[in-house]
């Protein structure tokens, strides 16, 4: 099985940045995943898409967070990132680590992989 574990997440004052990393471990070796993302779900509300990375790196934004967020990934590592700055009280959310079409000692996970999701609070 893979499973992703996020960190970085935490309390910050609006204007603020914060760094979000995902990294993905198997029992054996990962050998390739096809797209990497973070999503957010805030209280109340629908998970969102924040940002997605595929493994040539092409990204894709949210338009609510373009131009303040940025996702990165190191293939070697199978780990992506989020730098989030000038983060805003609603920015406020838990954020999951998405990974899919992942290729593996124990072969291929082609359905979507989540993290546990790590909180982050941004106060006014």
Known sequence: QVQLVESGGGLVQAGGSLRLSCAASA???IFSINTMGWYR???GKRRELAATITSGGITNYADSVKGRFTISRDN???TVYLQ???LKPEDTAVYYCNADRIRYTG???YREVWGQGTLVTVSS
């Open 27 to 29: 029992s054996g070796s």
């Open 41 to 43: 779900q805030a209280p």
């Open 76 to 78: 070697a590592k199978n």
């Open 84 to 86: 989030m700055n000038s």
């Open 107 to 109: 072969g291929w996970i």
